[in-house]
């Protein structure tokens, strides 16, 4: 069990990096990912923190390396709540990190992600916690009330009070169209576009994809435009106009 000191230590090392996730990519309070860390870890004293996993990210159906996490595992003994007062332990694969940062930007990257869409952004801290648990991210039936019960303790919404992600579109308009597999920032610039305008809910991947180009050509039709799904300057002047 973590002393009191430890308790201390471990939240003054992760909550920068929380907030430096939270002002770049958004939407999940720093004082959630710090008190889940805290539950998750137990305070940064178990097991799976030598492999710098602090928030119990699984590796999923697949091994595919994501933005922040590069495809590094470890496989450890958990216990899962499939029904509220059973606990079955199983042998589960989990994410392994280079660095505590690096593990909380997958944090972030996943919730940020489409599997994450029922979690609102600006809502109460124990409102978007319980959108975490009801997406699935845990199966717990205590760890909700946990957290909060972190968050209150150690005043965890002070860290909450970082300027927010800039509003707009933060990647640079592109100068050259954007068409199918299109790639980089030029793509990342439509998809945010489009699910600004549009609510698509495109994945900013950075890869104009068969759904991203789809995407495109229902917004072009939908607002009287060629829809050849090719983002040119009529396309693009649309986009920022709305």
Same mark, same amino acid.
């Given at each position: 069990m973590a002393t009191e000191a430890q308790i201390l230590d471990f939240i003054s090392r992760i909550a920068p990096c929380a907030q430096k996730a939270y002002k770049e990519l958004g939407k999940i309070?720093?004082?959630i990912c710090i008190g889940m860390a805290?539950?998750?870890?137990?305070?940064?004293?178990?097991?799976?923190?030598?492999?710098n996993s602090y928030l119990g990210q699984k590796v999923g159906t697949g091994k595919t390396a994501t933005r922040y996490w590069g495809g590094k595992f470890f496989t450890s003994k958990t216990k899962e709540e499939y029904t509220v007062g059973v606990h079955t332990t199983i042998n589960a694969a989990f994410r392994s990190y280079d660095s505590m940062e690096q593990c909380v930007f997958n944090y972030y990257e996943l919730l940020n992600s489409k599997l994450y869409s029922g979690v609102?952004?600006?809502v109460?801290? &124990?409102? *978007?916690?319980?959108?975490?648990k009801n997406c699935g991210y845990m199966t717990s039936s205590t760890e909700v009330n946990s957290v909060i019960q972190i968050i209150l303790k150690y005043k965890l919404t002070q860290y909450d009070d970082v300027e927010r992600p800039a509003i707009g579109n933060p990647y640079q308009e592109p100068t050259k169209n954007v068409r199918?597999?299109?790639r980089g920032n030029d793509a990342r610039w439509l998809q945010y576009e489009l699910n600004r305008v549009g609510g698509y809910k495109l994945i900013v991947d950075g890869v104009a994809g068969q759904l991203s180009i789809a995407c495109l050509r229902n917004f072009q039709k939908?607002?009287?435009?060629v829809d050849d799904g090719i983002c040119g300057p009529l &396309?693009? *002047?649309k986009l920022k106009s709305i």
């Open positions: 309070y720093p004082s805290c539950v998750e870890s137990a305070y940064g004293t178990a097991g799976s923190c030598f492999h609102s952004s600006g109460p801290f &124990t409102t *978007q916690m319980q959108q975490i199918l597999n299109t939908t607002h009287g435009l &396309t693009r *002047q």
